[in-house]
């Protein structure tokens, strides 16, 4: 039974595996963020880290928090004209953000433009998206003040980012045939996007503002918290780390939660419906 | 026929865009958004920030203790990342429909994952803050929490797309459930999650961030601090290193999904 | 003395309808048995309860001696160790080499971490590589088995069953998702193997004319019934007219 195809080992063992470079960079990304993980823990500043009754405190402090939500700072109507700030603030940034993404991913496009500009458009999206949205927000604040513009600005800035990216590959996964359907009857550019790739993107491009809109309501918190852009971030801030006051942290939780799981649902919906096939 | 379709959908689109700006116009009153200000603030921000955010030779001082911060945070990120991962990789076999060991682990882990998801980072950080203090602890846990709901979401979707039949090929081999779960699920999905995985660190990265400013650890520390005394210049430094760590991730992880996937 | 018997089995997923209908046959060791009928017929689902991937509602099936519908967990392993499974999309691990996919087939013998460290003996691996041999593959052993063609998966499939050393090969619509110059391969091989290595196959199919060139016996199946259980040369038009419901002509030239 000795083969010329069965490759073994020095030890005469027979090898089973292919060892293609695939499988080779697979584990060698699990090795490697596996060996970095060990490392990190000896970077950790772990200043004024007493574990266990910090774990007891938390503990308590979730159970308060869950079992027992009350708002005594700021009151219920207050408390969800707040949540419609932030939901606001998330859509006015989703909104705008989808517009001048749409133009900008037409550019990104390599089915659609020439390739010097969709190169600059995505070393310009890249930048942006490399930058924390918080920093936006804060740097914004700087030239505008803190307020409802610094903070739509600056969630607007990733909301572009993120829509070009998911946009242009959607305009890149049109058929050819199609654009080059409307080319040979002499039709321009824009007659191009207008009756070929719009139509046949659109429920497409819908479902992902739509997930940008979900994932901008939790930007909007954060950012209200981080950056004091208002809405209920703020108020969740205020509650935790100047009053002290879990029991208005729980109420402001669950109500973020609520309206989290809502988005959540709306987009799975509008996912099965639009492209019940296309989930791969 | 055709006619009628096509107005009706013309009819729906115009009210479909109708229902939008009206909620655009509701939300720019409810936050006093002013969208001439919001144009007119874009020029002016930027020519601010190329006045005023510049890297001088003063802030290059700054280097080491901003490449420290940076360390700590990126290093946080990859450890809350790497052991979410972990975590997620069990509740998501228990939750994928093609592994679940019975419907109530299945519920309880989609339950887990999509609570410890949709609770916002900003609050699994100020909860933690109050017990575990200002130190990099704080960070990795409120990052970690959040990335598990994610993540197991993710592997759940992953797992359940990855084919049922080499499952029922081996389970009529009679193999047990953790060989069919290691050797016919987990090598079909594990390079989509080591792509979700490289995505989170990404993330998490950014994220890293915001937790900083909230929790006073790391890079977000650092950049809230400097913002704060209003030293400019290094505010640019900080954004710049932030920016130039999460590309190069990117790009390595760009690299090594092109090569798995 | 029947290596496989059948008695009255019947199967439902809803109340008012059942899949299978007081189903009962023999098979004696190395016979080739085709079951043929149209699709919906239960063909797959007759399959599926004979190694209990599907739970069976009505009747017995005694496999090697033993009741196939008492078995605990650990005595269904070993039966589905002792019976070959085939299918119709080959059902392999798509990233994984050939010859680890071949080698899962011994899992069924292994301990839960044995299988997990993927700890195969000498002599398995040289076996794998003997049937890999065996059906012409062999120089593919290191391929990832998703780079392989149709007919060429089908073969993996079939040595994967075969390293379980079965009784039984249990085959689901093997030939349905190939050409037919790859289906003439795959069904010379399942000949050979009941013949030459005396294991006995049943085969689920649905082209009249295949069951009745390759096989010892033919069961037809209507609408979860028997409606034929015969030597292949018996089964005459009428017959085929019975198990299908349509003029033959029709199913020969489709």
Same mark, same amino acid.
């Given at each position: ?11 005469? /063992? ?11 960079? @697979? ?5 490697? @963020?596996?060996i ?12 004024g880290?007493e574990?266990?009754?910090?774990i007891?405190?938390?503990a308590?402090n ?6 027992q ?6 009151? @219920?109507?207050?408390?969800?004209y707040?949540?419609?700030? =932030?939901?606001?603030l998330?859509? @006015? ?6 517009v ?6 037409l550019m990104a496009?390599? $089915? ?9 458009? /995505?070393?310009f999206?890249a ?5 924390? =949205? ?6 914004f ?5 803190l ?5 739509v600005?600056?969630?607007l ?6 829509l ?16 080059e ?5 002499g ?6 996007v ?7 993107t ?5 479902s992902?503002?739509f997930? /940008?809109?979900?994932i $901008? ?17 703020f ?9 002290f006051?879990? /029991?208005?942290?729980g109420?402001i ?20 419906r ?5 989930s791969? | ?6 107005r009706?959908?013309?009819?729906q ?11 655009t116009?509701?939300?720019s ?8 200000d919001?144009?007119?603030t ?11 955010l510049?890297?001088?030779g003063?802030?290059?001082?700054k280097l080491?203790?901003?490449l ?24 998501g ?31 699994w950080?100020?909860?933690l ?7 990099s602890v ?12 994610f ?5 759940? #979707?992953s797992?359940? #797309?990855?084919?049922?039949?080499s ?10 459930y953790?060989?069919i779960?290691g ?5 079909q999905?594990?390079?989509q999650?080591?792509?979700?995985v490289?995505?989170?660190?990404e993330?998490?990265?950014r994220?890293?961030t ?10 977000g ?9 209003l ?6 430094l ?5 920016v ?6 990117d ?7 092109k090569?798995?996937? | 003395?029947? %290596?496989?018997?059948v +008695?009255? *089995? ?9 899949i *299978? ?6 098979i ?17 689902t ?14 017995k ?14 005595? *269904?392993?070993? %039966? ?15 990233r994984?080499?050939?010859? +680890?996919?071949? *080698?899962?087939g011994?899992f ?7 299988g997990?460290?993927g ?8 076996a794998a590589?003997?049937?890999? +041999?065996?059906?012409?593959i ?14 060429q998966?089908?073969r ?41 290595m005396?294991i006995?196959c049943?085969?689920?199919l ?5 069951a ?13 019934e028997?409606?034929f ?18 003029k ?7």
């Amino acid at each position: 039974m000795e083969a010329t195809y069965i490759k073994t080992k020095k030890d005469g /063992r027979i090898v089973i595996k292919s060892g293609n470079k695939g499988d080779r960079v @697979l584990k060698g990304t699990i090795v490697v @963020l596996s060996i970095l993980t060990v490392i990190s823990f000896f970077f950790f500043n772990y200043a004024g880290l007493e574990l266990g009754s910090a774990i007891r405190e938390t503990a308590y402090n979730l159970k308060v928090m869950f079992l027992q939500p009350a708002l005594s700072t700021i009151s @219920l109507s207050e408390a969800i004209y707040q949540v419609g700030v =932030t939901l606001s603030l998330a859509f @006015l940034a989703t909104v705008i953000g989808a517009v001048i993404a749409f133009f900008l991913s037409l550019m990104a496009a390599t $089915n659609l433009s020439p390739v010097w500009l969709t190169r600059i458009v /995505r070393v310009f999206v890249a930048f942006i998206r490399a930058v924390p =949205t918080v920093l936006w927000v804060l740097i914004f604040a700087i030239a505008a003040g803190l307020g409802s513009e610094a903070a739509v600005l600056g969630m607007l800035f990733h909301s572009i980012a993120y829509l070009v990216k998911a946009f242009s590959e959607a305009f890149e996964e049109i058929d050819k045939g199609i654009i080059e359907a409307l080319q040979s009857t002499g039709a321009g550019w824009w007659h191009i996007v207008k009756s070929g790739v719009l139509p046949s993107t659109f429920t497409y491009l819908l479902s992902w503002i739509f997930l /940008r809109f979900e994932i $901008n309501f939790g930007v909007a918190v954060a950012m209200g918290a981080a950056a004091g852009a208002g809405g209920i971030g703020f108020d969740l801030f205020m509650a935790s780390s100047f009053y002290f006051d879990m /029991r208005e942290v729980g109420f402001i939780t669950y109500a973020i939660l609520i309206v989290a799981f809502l988005l959540e649902v709306i987009s799975t919906r509008m996912k099965k419906r639009y492209f019940p096939a296309s989930s791969n | 026929m055709n006619e009628k379709t096509m107005r009706k959908s013309r009819w729906q689109t115009v009210i479909f865009l109708l229902i939008i700006i009206t909620l655009t116009y509701l939300s720019s009153i409810i936050t006093s958004f002013s969208f001439a200000d919001g144009l007119a603030t874009i020029p002016e921000a930027l020519g601010w920030m190329t006045s005023n955010l510049m890297v001088t030779g003063e802030s290059l001082d700054k280097l080491p203790n901003i490449l420290e911060k940076l360390a700590e945070t990126t290093f946080m990120s990859i450890a809350a990342t790497t052991i979410a991962a972990v975590v997620s990789l069990f509740l998501g076999v228990l939750g994928s429909k093609t592994t679940k060991v019975n419907n109530f682990l299945s519920v309880f882990a989609r339950f887990i994952a999509s609570v410890s998801r949709n609770i916002p980072v900003v609050a699994w950080s100020l909860v933690l803050l109050i017990s575990f203090g200002q130190n990099s602890v704080t960070g990795f846990l409120a990052l970690f929490v959040g990335t598990v709901g994610f993540l197991t979401r993710a592997f759940i #979707e992953s797992i359940d #797309e990855a084919s049922q039949s080499s499952v029922e090929a081996l389970t009529a081999t009679g193999a047990t459930y953790f060989q069919i779960v290691g050797k016919a699920v987990i090598p079909q999905c594990l390079p989509q999650m080591i792509s979700w995985v490289l995505f989170m660190v990404e993330t998490n990265i950014r994220n890293a961030t915001l937790v900083g400013i909230l929790t006073g650890t790391g890079i977000g520390y650092t950049f809230d601090m400097y913002y704060k005394m209003l030293d400019y210049n290094a505010v640019a430094l900080v954004t710049l290193t932030i920016v130039i760590t999460v590309i190069m991730v990117d790009l390595i992880s760009n690299y090594v999904r092109k090569v798995i996937l | 003395m029947a %290596l496989l018997k059948v +008695e009255g *089995l019947g199967k439902s997923y809803t109340a008012d309808k059942k899949i *299978l209908k007081n189903i009962s046959f023999e098979i004696k060791a190395g016979e080739l048995v085709s079951i043929i009928g149209p699709s919906g017929a239960g063909k797959s689902t007759l399959l599926r309860c004979i190694n209990r991937m599907v739970e069976f509602n009505e009747g017995k099936i005694i496999f090697n001696n033993q009741e196939v519908g008492n078995l605990n967990k650990k005595e *269904l392993r070993h %039966l589905r160790a002792n019976i070959g499974m085939v299918f119709q999309h080959y059902n392999l691990v798509p990233r994984l080499t050939v010859i +680890e996919n071949v *080698l899962h087939g011994r899992f069924g013998y292994k301990t839960t971490m044995q299988g997990l460290l993927g700890r195969y003996t000498e002599k398995e691996k040289a076996a794998a590589f003997h049937l890999l +041999e065996k059906m012409g593959i062999h120089e593919h052993a290191y391929k990832r088995c998703d780079q392989l063609s149709g007919g060429q998966q089908q073969r993996v499939g079939i040595c994967r069953a075969l390293i379980q050393e079965p009784k039984l090969i249990l085959c689901d619509e093997p030939i349905a998702s190939l050409d037919p110059n790859s289906s003439k391969i795959i069904m010379d091989l399942l000949k050979s193997i009941s013949t030459e290595m005396g294991i006995t196959c049943l085969v689920n199919l649905h082209q009249v004319d295949v069951a009745q060139y390759y096989s010892d016996r033919i069961i037809g199946l209507n609408k979860g019934e028997i409606v034929f259980n015969g030597n292949s040369t018996e089964l005459h038009e009428d017959n085929i007219n019975r198990i299908y419901g349509t003029k033959t002509e029709d199913l020969i030239t489709s």
